[in-house]
């Protein structure tokens, strides 16, 4: 399940100069909006292959990700 969007929006106004991370659920689908307000997320299961927790890291998935990281840093800066 995604981090609450409006709830990481609240502790990064109450916060503002505090590293905030999105720390459930972000996939390639939604780090854009996840980033859009937390400084950082951490990853897991998103880079498993078929999006299973017990899989292995499947490189591609990791590789379609970073892409997608990367675009969005290109747009906000």
Known sequence: VQADTSTLKLVKQAVPETVVLANTGVCVDNVEEQL?????????????????????VDGERVKTFMRQVQAFRRKIH
């Open 36 to 56: 859009s307000i937390a400084d950082g997320a951490i990853v897991g299961t998103a880079f498993k292959r078929e999006g299973v927790f017990t899989d292995p």
